[in-house]
């Protein structure tokens, strides 16, 4: 675990360590909401090209939440400095409640409180998960800057 960034302990980024980045936690639900409608939307064509007459896809789709909500922490964690993994999990239980909500007004059935609260916990827990792989993923992310050790003086 040697080289993992959960959180930083020092004071170099300033006042704003400690604070949540609404716009990042935004842009995270946006990509979570987008690659859910995109793995969607290759399973709505393959249902319309194939030729078998009945499919069972509840398992497919759990996964495509799963993978959209992760994709969303991932971003989250990606574009932030500083508390990647509380990005990541106010993505994935913003993700949690845009679907309860958007299930239970399209009469898709009420959920029990055990089944919204078990949702609702691996959304956040995913994304939690990918808050963290975000923030430890190298390379460069517009609007992060190096530390000045590292910047080159010409």
């Known amino acids: 675990m040697k080289g993992l960034s959960f959180v930083f302990w020092n004071r170099r980024l300033g006042g704003n360590s400690r ?9 995270g639900l946006v990509w979570a909401i987008g690659a859910t409608m995109a793995a969607c939307l290759i399973l709505g064509l393959w249902v319309m090209f194939s030729s078998s007459g009945v499919f069972y896809f509840s398992w497919l789709l759990k996964g495509a939440s799963l993978l959209g909500t992760f994709v969303g922490g991932l971003t989250a ?7 990647g993994w509380l990005h990541g999990a106010l993505v994935g239980q913003a993700y949690g409640l845009v679907f309860a909500l958007l299930s239970f007004f ?10 919204l609260a078990g949702r609702l916990g691996a959304y956040t827990l995913i994304g939690m998960a990918a808050g963290i792989v975000g923030i430890n ?14 910047r080159q003086s010409y």
């Open 77 to 83: 964690g990606r574009r932030v400095q500083n508390l």
């Open 137 to 150: 993923l190298p390379g460069s992310v517009s609007g992060r800057r190096l530390p000045r050790i590292y």
């Open 19 to 27: 604070m949540i980045n609404l716009s990042v936690v935004c842009l």
């Open 106 to 115: 399209n009469g898709l059935g009420a959920f029990s409180n055990l089944d």
